[in-house]
């Protein structure tokens, strides 16, 4: 709980004029998505066993259900200051129940093994997050921008952000263990470490690198957790220290690329309207391929009837080479859900935008337009807004 309302909330307060939104909308709709994907993973359940009965309150229960308001969470990096709290709320309920449906499809029916959600909630969301910037881009194309700095951080806010990537980084193995099979915690634990530690150090040498000779916050806020993402999956608990070190590093190092080359070069392809404010497939997206790749491969190699002297029937449900081909398609599937059901939750977002909106389209990047600011917060003028 402490990765999803502290570090997710305080990760996404980079924007210098959005800090209300920003850890307050991350605080609506992580409870909300909490109680809903709850609800919605006990009727998966009931139908899985077809079987109606009563949603269990577990431990397990309430650690799914986390999981899903994560990958929400995700998904509203991406609009981060260009959507209005009610559709927020849309693409909470949307993304909420796709997200239980791609994890009951993966998990329960296929049973693949993606303990940290690798897949299931990094790459899903991911991609959902391209989905639903592509269905809104001519509302996002069309919406008045700042061309001050508005869409800008500073000294405080990146630091707010960086104190949301410490709280996650420090929480991640616990993240990516919870739901490791028993007697494997340690290893996705230690991995996880080894992954996150990696990533964190090649954040500050490539960002160095590609940047002439200087670090970017931004690139140090998302980067260094770019491990705990690429070993969130099934080839955590089998793999060995010098892999995880290896997933750390090449996760870090693309979510660096994006951040300096991919994501200017697609902004200025689409006009602004395939813009990311956080950066999300850069780091979620990137890592979360890693980790789908890095299982695939590390599980259709291992070639053993025991793992650490556990039976494999223990730690996966499949035997093994048949392992990696769920994994397959794990990932192609959360690849698919998150992309289509990021259009059509899109596009249900942009109906609602044209039927809500004044003739004055809201202000981007700035709480006053939702939220009572004090009296010493900088107002954005409207002479500094151009259509």
Same mark, same amino acid.
């Given at each position: 709980?402490?990765?999803?309302?502290?570090?997710?909330?305080f990760l996404?307060?980079w924007?210098?004029?959005?800090?209300y939104? +920003?850890?307050?909308?991350t605080?609506?709709?992580?409870?909300?998505?909490?109680?809903?994907?709850?609800?919605? =993973?006990?009727?998966?359940?009931?139908i899985?066993?077809?079987?109606?009965?009563?949603?269990?309150l577990?431990?397990?229960?309430?650690i799914?259900?986390?999981?899903g308001?994560?990958?929400?969470?995700?998904?509203f990096?991406?609009?981060?200051?260009?959507v209005?709290p009610?559709e927020?709320?849309?693409?909470?309920v949307? %993304?909420?129940?796709?997200y239980?449906l791609?994890y009951?499809?993966n998990i329960?029916?296929l049973?693949a093994?993606?303990?940290?959600?690798g897949?299931?909630?990094?790459?899903?969301a991911a991609?959902y997050?391209i989905?639903?910037?592509?269905?809104m +881009?001519?509302?996002?194309?069309n919406?008045?921008?700042?061309?001050?700095?508005?869409? =800008?951080?500073?000294?405080?806010?990146?630091?707010?952000?960086?104190?949301?990537?410490m709280?996650?980084?420090?929480?991640?193995?616990?993240? =990516?263990c919870a739901?490791?099979?028993?007697?494997?915690q340690?290893?996705?634990?230690?991995?996880? $470490?080894?992954?996150l530690?990696?990533s964190?150090?090649?954040s500050?040498?490539? +960002?160095?690198t590609?940047?002439?000779?200087?670090f970017?916050?931004?690139d140090?806020q998302?980067?260094?957790?770019?491990?705990?993402?690429?070993?969130?999956?099934?080839?955590? $608990?089998?793999i060995?220290?010098?892999?995880?070190l290896?997933?750390?590093?090449?996760?870090?190092?693309?979510?660096v690329?994006?951040?300096?080359?991919?994501?200017?070069?697609? %902004?200025?392809?689409?006009?602004?309207?395939l813009?990311?404010a956080?950066?999300?497939?850069?780091l979620?997206?990137?890592?979360? $391929?890693v980790?789908?790749i890095?299982?695939?491969?590390?599980?259709?190699?291992?070639?053993?009837n025991?793992?650490?002297?556990e039976p494999?029937?223990?730690?996966?449900?499949?035997?093994?080479p048949?392992q990696?081909?769920?994994?397959?398609?794990c990932f192609i599937?959360s690849i698919?859900?998150?992309f289509?059901?990021?259009i $059509?939750?899109g596009?249900i977002?942009?109906?609602?935008?044209k039927g809500?909106s004044g003739?004055?389209?809201p202000?981007?990047?700035?709480? %006053? %337009?939702h939220?009572?600011?004090?009296s =010493?917060?900088?107002?954005?003028?409207k002479?500094?807004?151009?259509?």
């Amino acid at each position: 709980m402490v990765m999803i309302f502290f570090g997710f909330g305080f990760l996404a307060a980079w924007l210098k004029k959005y800090a209300y939104s +920003s850890i307050g909308y991350t605080f609506m709709i992580a409870a909300f998505t909490f109680q809903y994907v709850f609800f919605f =993973n006990g009727l998966w359940i009931s139908i899985y066993h077809d079987h109606w009965d009563d949603v269990s309150l577990s431990l397990t229960a309430f650690i799914e259900a986390a999981y899903g308001a994560a990958a929400v969470l995700v998904t509203f990096g991406a609009v981060l200051g260009k959507v209005s709290p009610l559709e927020l709320l849309i693409l909470a309920v949307c %993304e909420g129940f796709l997200y239980c449906l791609n994890y009951y499809i993966n998990i329960r029916v296929l049973e693949a093994s993606d303990p940290g959600g690798g897949m299931t909630i990094h790459l899903f969301a991911a991609f959902y997050s391209i989905g639903v910037t592509f269905a809104m +881009s001519s509302a996002f194309a069309n919406q008045k921008t700042i061309k001050s700095d508005d869409l =800008n951080s500073n000294y405080r806010s990146d630091l707010f952000a960086l104190l949301g990537t410490m709280f996650l980084f420090v929480f991640f193995p616990s993240f =990516n263990c919870a739901l490791a099979p028993n007697g494997t915690q340690h290893r996705a634990a230690i991995n996880t $470490i080894l992954g996150l530690v990696t990533s964190c150090i090649f954040s500050f040498i490539v +960002s160095r690198t590609f940047r002439r000779k200087h670090f970017d916050i931004r690139d140090i806020q998302n980067a260094s957790l770019a491990g705990g993402i690429a070993l969130g999956s099934g080839h955590s $608990i089998v793999i060995v220290p010098a892999a995880a070190l290896l997933c750390g590093a090449v996760a870090a190092t693309l979510c660096v690329i994006g951040n300096v080359w991919i994501s200017p070069w697609l %902004e200025r392809k689409s006009k602004g309207r395939l813009s990311d404010a956080r950066g999300v497939f850069n780091l979620h997206g990137y890592s979360g $391929i890693v980790a789908g790749i890095a299982s695939i491969v590390a599980i259709a190699i291992t070639g053993e009837n025991t793992l650490y002297h556990e039976p494999v029937g223990d730690v996966f449900q499949h035997s093994i080479p048949d392992q990696a081909g769920y994994q397959s398609a794990c990932f192609i599937i959360s690849i698919g859900i998150g992309f289509f059901g990021g259009i $059509i939750t899109g596009g249900i977002m942009w109906a609602i935008r044209k039927g809500t909106s004044g003739p004055e389209p809201p202000t981007p990047y700035t709480d %006053e %337009e939702h939220w009572v600011v004090p009296s =010493n917060f900088q107002r954005t003028l409207k002479s500094q807004v151009d259509a």
